[in-house]
């Protein structure tokens, strides 16, 4: 159990696009979904928390307008890199919280966003 | 702030031989520690935690102690075997957080044949 799974896992686009990431727990109902990027040899860093139904909430220097997250279910969170640069390119991971024995954090394998 | 360091990678073994990656956090007061393991091409697992000073966490013969003497949390295993592969993410959380991790750089464990 505790399955979360990102889609797509890589995706090259061309600068100035839009791309949308998903997120879903596959076993269990996500109260509370998280955002992390990563970039080579560097530690995984938190760029939004969302709950279900409700408004995401933006790490420090993460600009809101520029990501874009939704939270619209309990099993499904995107995460939207609009007007995408090359800067933008790195690893984005997401993970699910839920309730009872799912009250941690599961996490996704990762999307691999490029820029061009 | 709160932050983790991890000894560098990447750390290359020969099956059967001791690990030990080095963990050590800056945080005011006793967080909850964790270790995570990344397998190629999958989602990060836990692998152990310890929620107090002097806890061992400990699973698939992984095992790390809480020292607040020395504010680490070195992950140890007595004999790697090639399935160990992966990167290894040493972690802290404040209970009151709201489950808010804080992870180290990750370090890239290769155990060889």
């Known amino acids: 159990g505790a399955v979360v799974s990102q889609h797509p896992s890589w995706v090259i686009c061309k600068s100035g696009t839009s791309v949308k990431i998903e997120c879903r727990s596959l076993d269990f109902q996500a109260t509370t979904m998280f955002w992390y990027r990563q970039f080579p040899k560097q530690s995984l860093m938190l760029m939004a928390t969302s709950n279900e139904g409700s408004k995401a909430t933006y790490e420090q220097g993460v600009e809101k307008d520029k990501f874009l997250i939704n939270h619209a279910s309990l099993t499904l969170s995107t995460l939207t890199v609009t007007s995408a640069h090359p800067e933008d390119s790195s690893f984005y991971i997401c993970s699910a919280r839920g309730w009872g024995s799912y009250n941690e954090q599961f996490f996704g394998p990762g999307t691999r966003l490029t820029v061009l | 702030g709160d932050s983790v360091t991890q000894m560098e990678g990447p750390v290359t073994l020969s099956e059967e031989a001791f690990l030990t990656i080095n963990c050590t956090y800056t945080?005011?007061?006793?967080?909850?520690l964790f270790w995570y393991v990344q397998y190629p091409g999958e989602g990060l697992q836990l692998l152990l935690k310890?929620?107090?000073?002097?806890d061992k966490g400990s699973n698939k013969g992984f095992e790390a102690t809480y020292r607040k003497e020395t504010t680490s949390f070195h992950l140890e295993k007595g004999s790697v075997q090639v399935s160990d592969s992966a990167v290894y993410f040493c972690a802290l959380k404040w209970e009151t957080s709201g489950s808010r991790l804080t992870f180290g750089e990750g370090t890239q464990l290769t155990v060889n044949p």
């Open positions: 945080a005011t007061g006793y967080p909850s």
């Open positions: 310890a929620t107090k000073a002097d």
